[in-house]
């Protein structure tokens, strides 16, 4: 089983300290990295994929430095950033024999196996400048797999996929995510609550809290409650007990309210989502 270690990592840009002492260990399976935008999420993995070095503190793989891996380190990940660029006159084959080669890596049969794995076997001898998003993004995956690596990186995966692609891309996620760590960073709860075992909670570059889908969401039980209103004043009284999420229906509000505070007489307390959690964590921060 492998590794991820992360001690204490710090990353300043000038004064603004993007990562702020972020320490979590990451062994075989799915964990999303979950956040607003502006919490640190890409600047943590460009640390993990060594793009950018910290300012502080260190990263283990499997309890070596990855600073004194060199080329052994970037053999062993593999790493789909949110904007993967392709050369737009490649055809997908060409653009994985591409990858293939810098990888060092010789079987052909592994390009067309993973080019049918992720449905673009017809569209191999296509140029990558006629896919569709969907389409590239399934070529990215199977780019970042070439190397079977042991640790998975995906950073904003699914931003601006139709409902069916990001669909198709949990399925996808799902069935390579054994034997391997797989770290899915993103602000798109839905995709955390279906695929991840493990959540990592990060605001202002910290390690707000981690756990498993069901185990945040238990940390919620008794804060979330339904009120309905019938005014705008209504609401707004509601907002000041906590966060509030609210839907106009029929001439009435129905209001999803999270607080630690004491709750009003129609107050109906429910079960806590994950976007609940969420909100609770970083409805007030600024992205």
């Known amino acids: 089983m492998s590794q991820l270690r ?4 710090t990353k300043f840009y000038g004064k603004h300290k993007a990562l702020d002492s972020f320490t979590a260990t990451f062994e075989n399976g799915i964990h999303g990295i979950l956040g607003p935008n502006g919490a640190g999420k890409t600047t943590l993995i460009n640390v993990i994929t060594k793009l950018l070095g910290a300012s502080d503190g260190q990263v283990y793989f499997d309890d070596e430095n990855i600073l004194s891996m060199g080329r052994k380190y970037l053999s062993k990940i593999g790493y789909m950033p949110q904007y993967p660029q392709f050369y737009p006159n490649f055809t997908a084959y060409q653009m994985m024999k591409y990858m293939a080669a810098l990888k060092n890596i010789k079987d052909d049969n592994r390009i067309k196996e993973l080019l049918s794995f992720v449905n673009l076997s017809n569209d191999a001898d296509k140029k990558v400048g ?24 995906f950073d904003e995966p699914t931003a ?30 839905s995709d955390i609550e279906y695929m991840a075992d493990d959540v990592v909670l990060l605001g202002d570059g910290r390690l ?9 969401c238990e940390k919620l039980k008794g804060k979330v409650y339904n009120v309905s209103a019938k005014t705008e004043k209504e609401v707004d009284e509601a907002s000041k007990l906590g966060v509030i999420s609210s839907i106009s229906h029929e001439n009435e509000y129905n209001i999803r309210l999270i607080s630690d505070n004491k709750m009003p007489e129609n107050a109906v307390p429910t079960s806590p989502m994950l ?13």
């Open 6 to 9: 992360i001690e204490n990592v």
């Open 208 to 216: 707000m809290e981690r756990g498993t889908p069901t185990e945040l």
């Open 275 to 287: 976007d609940d959690v969420f909100l609770y964590y970083f409805a007030d921060r600024k992205e």
């Open 160 to 189: 601006g996929l139709d409902p069916k692609e990001r669909m198709r891309f949990r399925s996808t996620v799902s069935e390579i995510a054994e034997n391997r760590i797989v770290l899915i960073s993103t602000h798109i709860i």
């Open 130 to 153: 006629a896919y569709s998003g969907g389409m590239r993004q399934r070529l990215a995956v199977a780019c970042a797999m070439i190397n079977d690596p042991a640790l998975l990186i």
